[in-house]
């Protein structure tokens, strides 16, 4: 039943629609080991929870079945948001193929802000100044540090941790992390980095793995 086509969100969700009825597959960090989520909604809003697993194919494959659209050895499609696609099932786990295909599952953002306050300044002061700057109710201080004491004045760095669960291409990340920091009143650097929910990486050994012709990508 190749003609199945589960469709890959950039909140964090796998989606299938089945009558009226939306299946997804999400992350549920309060479930590991097993943290991915079998789910049902209907045109009600009204949820049913299933089991949970501990990988993206483990938990699509029973989101397959306990929908009715097919059964566990049912071949399907997932289908990116850049409109890539890849088989399931697959030898190469879903986690690796999403990220050769240039995706990244985030748990969190890190922005860096920056300021400059009197040289004898403490970092319970410096602490409150950055508590102030910071615009997004959800976004916390992380690590914080003075960088130099010079000329009458400090100069501070603090980690700002934004909260993100979703996928995300590599390449479009920093043009993503500025407009989810945009909000904040304080002096933000032009770089950000992430934590990845699933520390997966691409490499060759992986691409050789999965086979080219198992990848629909969008026409030109």
């Not at 993206?56 to 289908?79: T, Y």
């Not at 399931?88 to 922005?111: C, D, F, M, N, Q």
């Not at 410096?126 to 009458?152: H, L």
Request: glycine share 8%; with cysteine.
């Amino acid at each position: 039943m190749e003609g199945l086509t589960v469709r890959m969100q950039r909140c964090g969700s796998f989606d299938l629609a089945v009558g009226d009825v939306t299946w997804r597959v999400v992350h549920e960090v309060s479930f590991n080991p097993k943290p991915w989520v079998v789910v049902a909604m209907d045109s009600k809003g009204r949820h049913g929870l299933y089991e949970s697993f501990g990988t993206i194919d483990e938990a699509l494959v029973s989101m397959i079945s306990v929908s009715g659209a097919g059964d566990a050895s049912s071949r399907f499609r997932v289908v990116l948001p850049c409109g890539q696609s890849f088989l399931r099932p697959g030898k190469v786990r879903a986690e690796s193929v999403i990220s050769t295909l240039g995706w990244t599952h985030t748990k969190r953002y890190i922005g860096y802000m920056v300021l400059s306050l009197p040289e004898g300044a403490t970092n319970m002061e410096a602490r409150e100044r950055f508590r102030r700057n910071i615009t997004i109710g959800s976004a916390r201080i992380g690590e914080m540090t003075c960088v130099e004491r010079a000329d009458g004045l400090s100069h501070w760095c603090a980690d700002i941790l934004l909260d993100r669960d979703g996928f995300v291409r590599w390449d479009e990340f920093q043009q993503d992390a500025a407009k989810a920091f945009s909000p904040m009143r304080g002096d933000m650097l032009e770089n950000y980095d992430f934590v990845p929910r699933i520390p997966t990486v691409p490499n060759a050994a992986v691409v050789i793995g999965f086979p080219e012709d198992r990848i629909r990508r969008p026409a030109a």
